[in-house]
Structure formats: structure tokens, C-alpha cells
């Protein structure tokens, strides 16, 4: 079975919990206003980027959970941001569900395969009902963080955290 470990992807300062976007542009405008300080990026460029990857289709995934991305130009390594939202958004999701778990993905243009692979080691992780349900329910951002850089077969460990 392939991995589905994320910890990698993830930057400490890039794992929220609580934001109040209530709509897609609000959303991408937040995630790029986040991630823009820690990836010496343009706010502006993330959010664009976001909003015309999901101009030609949906990313939200079902289950409450979308995987927005984009290559963005001046990145150095491929990079998740996870929020958690206050209440879910319309998101056009598959499963019509509105989305509250938002996993955004960027990667550098030339990314290719990597970002493929990245992409589908997301989709598993947060094909997993058990592990979303988890993240809903973590009450601090700390606690979000451990769920979401804990090893995979080892959660049951953690579950008293």
C-alpha cells in the first residue's frame, strides 16, 4: 500500500483551523494571504492561481473536503496549506456537500509527476472518512497539526491526545 503521509508537504505556520471564508474567492483570497509571508510569495498570485485551477472544474472532492491547486511560479518545493473552515462553503463538490476541510496544494511549474503523485498521496489521506472526522473534531490547531503529521497505521496511539 502506497503512503499517505503528508508531514512533508506541510509547514507548522500553514495548518489553520477557524477560518471564516465563505466563499471560494474569499477562501483562495485567505489561503494566499497565509501562505503568501511563509512562501515569500505574492498573496495575490495563490489566489489567482487557485481560482483558475477550480474555474475548470470543481476540486471539491466530497465528504466536506476540497483539494484546490496550482502551479504557482517562484516556488521552490510543492507545499499543502490545510484549513479548517468555521462552517462549509458551496464548493460544487461531487457529493454537493459544502466543504470545511480545504486542503490547497501548490507546486512549482515544472513539477510534473511530483505533483501528481502529491495530489493523489492528499486524495488518499483524505479519502479516509475515520481521519477527516478526527480533524473535525480536533480542538486546537496543535491537536489538528498532530493528526495531521501523525503516521497513518500508528493513529491509534494518538487518539488519546
Known amino acids: 500500500m502506497m503512503s499517505t503521509d503528508i508531514s512533508d508537504l ?63 511560479e517562484g516556488l521552490a518545493r510543492i507545499v499543502v496549506i490545510v484549513a479548517r473552515l468555521v462552517r462549509g462553503i458551496e464548493f460544487r463538490a461531487v457529493d454537493d456537500a459544502p466543504v470545511d476541510i480545504v486542503v490547497a496544494m501548490l507546486s512549482p511549474p515544472d513539477a510534473g509527476a511530483e505533483h501528481l503523485k502529491a495530489l493523489a498521496r492528499v486524495s488518499r489521506r483524505f479519502r479516509d472518512r475515520k481521519f477527516v472526522e478526527k480533524l473535525r473534531g480536533a480542538g486546537s490547531v496543535d491537536a489538528f497539526y498532530a493528526l495531521l503529521t501523525a503516521d497513518d497505521l500508528g493513529t491509534g496511539q494518538r487518539d488519546a491526545a
Open 10 to 72: 506541510l509547514f507548522p505556520d500553514l495548518v489553520v483551523v477557524g477560518l471564516t471564508a465563505t466563499t471560494k474567492k474569499a477562501l483562495f483570497q485567505q489561503v494566499g494571504a497565509l501562505a503568501a509571508p511563509v512562501l515569500s510569495l505574492q498573496a495575490e498570485a495563490i489566489a489567482d492561481g487557485l481560482a483558475a485551477r477550480e474555474k475548470l472544474g470543481s476540486t471539491g472532492f466530497g465528504g466536506g473536503v476540497a483539494i484546490p491547486h496550482a502551479r504557482i
